[in-house]
């Protein structure tokens, strides 16, 4: 059965999060291909970030895994910096024994490139152009969900087809509790821009939320976290 | 013959560049994989930046083509942001008819792949990680060289070993008035850092500068243009 809770209602649900942690994860990860060039993504970090600052606004102890980006660390998070997926696994399970909700924010690259080259390729000493193989990086969500106590685990898809669905397969398939999904294809939003729209979902609810501020988005998502975490811690 | 100039005495060469046009390409560019993935490369764009500022203080008309960057455009230069290198060649050929000198200073893609995604590879529908097949990109530098009517042309060799040689080689093949050679393995200088070093060097000079900021640097590589452009346009 699928609840539809509308986003005026989400602000009344405010929990405070006194001691509690949450870990996030935030930014694109970068792979290296050489000492000079490297695979990464559009991310910016701003919707981590956001998180980040909205999860210490409302009293948690913020842990905030960030890949490269250009922003400042929000007020009273404690932030860990890394650049490549296998860096930032690292750092994540560093800290997960005393995690409490878990986001994977972060646009972590699925993969990295087989072998660095240890010197800068030069085009001139290749005839042809090299080929790039690739090996699928570790997948950080599904190891944070499936360790041994799995924290309050919450996910992201960013998509450019078929939204929902790709979004409930990721649920499902990782066993995470909550899955936030939006279209990156929408010109303005999503990756780099201070605007999202987003569809919450977990197993039994769907939250629409329309185009706003990752700042508002944020506040948003933590409300939606609280009222499913502390129902289900109070089972 | 190999000419030692002393940094300390190139502010004395400074010359007016009252009525010239400066091309300045600075930054990375960036190579999609598909919507969200590209393949980029450490460059800030901030030694070209620092060049567009000098070369503007010193009177020219200055159109920096720009990939991707954080930084400010300089007071009084034109600038032209482009992503792919295809874009940043074209830009650059737009405005070459017009150009008295031209330095590339961005750290262009030399590859690009072959066949970019129109939606995100899910790593769930491959079973194999993608191989990524690259093709080799167009030549900046070269083709402005070997234009029709070409400005006085100034490279740079970002490298991770044998410096001097790799460059030289560079500014030979490419038949270049002068090329800058920094060792981009260096811990805090080069990509991403507010200082460098470098050697400036043409056919028959070589200029070393130690470790200094890049707006100093800046200064530097514009009064060396300036020297060798108005002795070689005086004859």
């Given at each position: 059965?699928?609840?539809q809770?509308?986003i005026?209602?989400a602000p009344?649900a405010k929990?405070?999060?006194q ?6 994860t935030?930014?694109?990860?970068r792979?290296?291909?050489?000492p000079?060039r490297?695979i990464?993504?559009?991310s ?13 606004h409302?009293?948690a ?6 890949g ?17 997926t296998e860096?930032?696994l690292?750092?994540v399970?560093?800290?997960?024994p005393?995690?409490d ?5 972060a646009?972590v ?7 660095v ?5 030069k085009k ?8 790039l193989k690739l ?15 799995p924290?309050?685990?919450v996910?992201?898809?960013a998509e ?10 990721k ?6 509790q ?7 294809s929408?010109?303005g939003?999503?990756f780099?821009s ?9 197993k ?5 939320l329309?185009?706003m ?8 998502i ?9 129902n289900?811690?109070?089972?």
């Open positions: 059965e699928i609840v809770a509308l005026k209602k009344e929990q405070d999060w001691g509690k942690t949450f870990i996030i935030a930014g694109p990860t792979e290296a291909i050489d000079v490297y990464s993504n559009h910016s970090g701003k919707m981590g970030y956001a998180l980040a600052e909205a999860a210490a409302a009293g102890k913020v842990i905030l895994v960030s490269p980006t250009q922003l400042p660390t929000p007020t009273g998070v404690q932030r860990v910096d890394v650049e490549t860096q930032m690292n750092a399970q560093q800290q997960l005393n995690c909700v878990f986001i994977g924010c646009a690259s699925d993969y990295r490139v087989a072998e080259a240890s010197q800068k390729i001139e000493q290749n005839n042809q152009p090299p080929q090996v699928q990086n570790p997948d950080i969500l599904q190891q944070v969900a499936s360790s041994e106590k924290p309050f685990t996910g992201f898809a450019t087809e078929n939204l929902k669905a790709n979004a409930l397969r649920l499902e398939r990782k066993q995470l909550m899955i936030v999904a939006n279209d990156v929408q010109v939003l999503g780099n201070d605007s999202n729209n987003a569809i919450i979902l977990s039994d609810s769907e939250q629409s329309p185009t501020s990752k700042h508002d988005m944020a506040i948003a933590i409300d939606a976290i609280a009222k499913r975490y502390f289900t811690t109070a089972n």
